[in-house]
């Protein structure tokens, strides 16, 4: 097992357009999160997966934003009708106890011009 | 609400210097954890301290757990290029254990 892999790595896209990212977690890691970091900030939460199951998602989502994990394994992240705002890195992380701490992917950065 | 606060937010030194970065609350941690991001990619976990009063060593970088766990430092020696980068500092949320709270981090710039 290589680690949380992300792709792409980089999305850039027209402002409207909807885009797909895909996680690969740590296999033996039952959970999964979402989160989103823009220049100068600490990473935002945006949702969280405990195999299946979405069990939280951060009121600071809008309803553009969905994500999945179909199999308990990958997850996915759509955001549909981007908007500029939407423009910052998209971080994946998987643990197995979060007090053990997180193994972030390298993130997909998306640029919404 | 549980804020975590980092300090300085930027700095910039010479190689072979020391340093100390400090992650403080007013709010009692159950643990703390530090990440050490690099430009374009995700934060990698350096350690987590867990019991008051702790220390940990990782090479060159010594970490502190406060003893009421509120707050906890990272201390650099003779630091090197490779040591550029975001440190982060993150704790669970009391009100809600599967998430983290995080600081804003420490830039850290160590120039030849």
């Known amino acids: 097992d290589t680690g949380v892999s992300q792709d792409p790595r980089h999305k850039i896209t027209k402002r409207g357009q909807n885009v797909t990212f895909r996680c690969d977690p740590i296999?033996?890691?039952?959970?999964l999160y979402w989160y989103r970091q823009t220049l100068g900030q600490g990473p935002e939460f945006l949702t969280y997966?405990?195999?299946?199951?979405?069990?939280?998602k951060s009121r600071l989502l809008s309803d553009r934003f969905s994500a999945e994990r179909p199999k308990g394994s990958f997850s996915t992240l759509e955001i549909q009708r981007t908007e500029q705002g939407d423009s910052a890195m998209y971080l994946c992380?998987?643990?197995?106890?979060?007090?053990?701490?997180?193994?972030f992917g390298s993130g997909t950065r998306l640029t919404v011009v | 609400t549980q804020l975590l606060e980092q300090s300085p937010q930027f700095l910039s030194i010479q190689e072979g210097e020391n340093l100390t970065v400090y992650c403080n609350s007013s709010s009692v941690f159950s643990s703390l954890q530090w990440y050490r991001q690099e430009p374009g990619e995700g934060p990698v976990l350096l350690v987590t301290v867990v019991t008051g009063g702790e220390v940990k060593k990782l090479k060159r970088l010594t970490f502190q757990f406060g003893d009421a766990r509120k707050d906890s430092s990272l201390h650099i020696t003779a630091a090197q290029p490779g040591d550029t980068g975001l440190y982060l500092c993150a704790g669970p949320d009391a009100g809600n254990n599967r998430k983290l709270i995080w600081g804003l981090g420490t830039s850290l710039a160590v120039n030849p």
């Open positions: 296999s033996e890691h039952n959970r």
């Open positions: 992380a998987s643990s197995f106890d979060p007090r053990g701490g997180y193994t």
């Open positions: 997966f405990q195999n299946e199951a979405q069990l939280e």
